[in-house]
Nanobody, 118 residues
Framework: QVQLVESGGGLVQAGGSLRLSCAAS????????MGWYRQAPGKQRELVAS???????NYVDSVKGRFTISRDNAKITLYLQMNSLKPEDTAVYYC????????????WGQGTQVTVSS
């Protein structure tokens, strides 16, 4: 129903910044909320930040004050501005969309690698 493609990952030194983007296509009007998850090697995937259709945001404690999630009004592109990056932020970052189109759905992007060197 919704296809997601992430971009913007890469290698950065500790203290640096990166901006991730997630382009959505398909039944974007059916999206209720979107978010960014990450998965580090040997760890479970965790929610980093989310934003609802009403623009209410939520962040995991470890990124509060450093990361900002935003979305354009047409819900076509989701962003994650990551500042003051730390080595522990190293992970594959996944874009996510939850919505309803005849039935509830959850869509995932393919992921983008973020590596923070110390």
């Amino acid at each position: 129903q919704v296809q997601l493609v992430e971009s913007g990952g890469g290698l950065v030194q500790a203290g640096g910044s990166l901006r991730l983007s997630c382009a959505a296509s398909g039944s974007i009007a059916s999206i209720n909320s979107m978010g960014w998850y990450r998965q580090a090697p040997g760890k479970q995937r965790e929610l980093v930040a989310s934003i609802t259709s009403g623009s209410r945001t939520n962040y995991v404690d470890s990124v509060k004050g450093r990361f900002t999630i935003s979305r354009d009004n047409a819900k076509i592109t989701l962003y994650l501005q990551m500042n003051s990056l730390k080595p522990e932020d190293t992970a594959v970052y996944y874009c996510n969309a939850d919505g309803f189109f005849g039935a509830a759905f959850r869509s995932w992007g393919q992921g983008t690698q973020v590596t923070v060197s110390s």
